[in-house]
Nanobody, 124 residues
Framework: QVQLVESGGGLVQAGGSLRLSCAASGGTFSYYAMGWFRQAPGKEREFVAAISRTNGFTRYADSVKGRFTISRDNAKSTAYLQMNSLKPEDTAVYYC?????????????????WGQGTQITVSS
């Protein structure tokens, strides 16, 4: 059983930056592709970014390409999401998730474990 804990959320002005962290425990972190998702009020949870187990292959939603960067440190069992040039439409609860396979995938249903989420609010 893998436990995921996100941190780094908060309130930021448009154009600002934040870095989210996702600390994993209870499993072998390098066995899992890692993803970040977000859910705004009244909307479905949507894919943001994902990274493969070990070779750094990444995938991004079109809405965040060029602004967000996903990374991981397997030695620290932690995944990160660096968010730059934030926009009000990025406001949401952000979740990290672990998928027991090599390659990063997009569907919410592919992921086996989820964190509790962290709120990001971008003011205009």
């Amino acid at each position: 059983q893998v436990q995921l804990v996100e941190s780094g959320g908060g309130l930021v002005q448009a154009g600002g930056s934040l870095r989210l962290s996702c600390a994993a425990s209870g499993g072998t972190f390098s066995y899992y592709a890692m993803g970040w998702f977000r859910q705004a009020p009244g909307k479905e949870r949507e894919f943001v970014a994902a990274i493969s187990r070990t070779n750094g292959f990444t995938r991004y939603a079109d809405s965040v390409k060029g602004r967000f960067t996903i990374s991981r440190d397997n030695a620290k069992s932690t995944a990160y999401l660096q968010m730059n040039s934030l926009k009000p439409e990025d406001t949401a609860v952000y979740y990290c998730a672990a998928d027991f396979q090599f390659s990063p995938t997009l569907p919410v249903t592919s992921y086996d474990y989820w964190g509790q989420g962290t709120q990001i609010t971008v003011s205009s």
